[in-house]
């Protein structure tokens, strides 16, 4: 049997126990890329043998670290009409030493409007357009994908769909509800909280008056 060491040099980590190895035996070891800045990294790992009887390396390691920053960090498109489109832009910035090659995407309904494939050269920084194009009602939520070769980063991207009769349907149950809970803390206490009063362009918050009713 034969007792190992393993080691190695960051940015690679043993992140395994060094296995003994019976005669004719092999074993397995976890070694991991933990880079803190963008760059190209090479090592290896050296394998020692019991009682210092010497001592082999691995194969290459080699690995590509890029940093990559995004703004927004996360896409709000709040309402939207069915049937219409809005649109937002997103920067992404190339923030390390290495050339990065991207592809942006994403799904309904969100789309990417502008060139969804583009290399980053070091600081260097692209704009991509985002829509938003909902043929439904509700509240999606999706990711928007950045994938450079076989790595990829999500974030998330979040809109809201209505109707016009949907969203004026919305604003009556809110301003009636407004009014029930005003009148019911007149009646308690006397009192006269604050009311929401959306008026579809611009809504407002009314504070000290009596209640509305109309």
Request: net charge negative; glycine share 8%.
């Amino acid at each position: 049997s034969v007792t190992l060491t393993l080691s190695t040099a960051a940015p690679y980590k043993i992140v395994s126990a060094a296995p003994t190895l019976s005669p004719g035996q092999s074993g397995q070891v976890i070694v991991r890329f933990d880079p803190s800045e963008s760059g190209n990294f090479t090592g290896n790992v050296q394998v020692g043998l019991q009682n210092g009887q010497g001592s082999v390396s691995s194969s290459p390691l080699v690995g590509v670290a890029h940093k990559i920053e995004i703004s927004p960090p996360e896409l709000k498109f709040g309402l939207v009409f069915v049937g219409s489109t809005k649109e937002q832009t997103l920067t992404i910035k190339n923030q390390g030493v290495t050339t990065v090659p991207l592809t942006v995407s994403t799904a309904v309904p969100f789309s990417i409007a502008s060139d969804d494939s583009f290399t980053l050269s070091p600081g260097e920084n692209r704009e991509v357009a985002v829509q938003f194009n909902p043929t439904t009602s509700g509240n999606p939520q999706g990711s928007i994908r950045l994938t450079s070769g076989i790595v990829f980063k999500e974030f998330p991207v979040t809109g809201i769909a209505y109707t016009e009769d949907e969203l004026m349907a919305w604003f009556e149950r809110q301003r009636q509800a407004d009014a029930e809970a005003c009148q019911a803390s007149e009646e308690a206490d006397g009192t006269t909280p604050a009311m929401y009063v959306p008026t579809g362009e611009l809504d407002a918050i009314l504070y000290g008056f009596r209640c509305l009713t109309e």
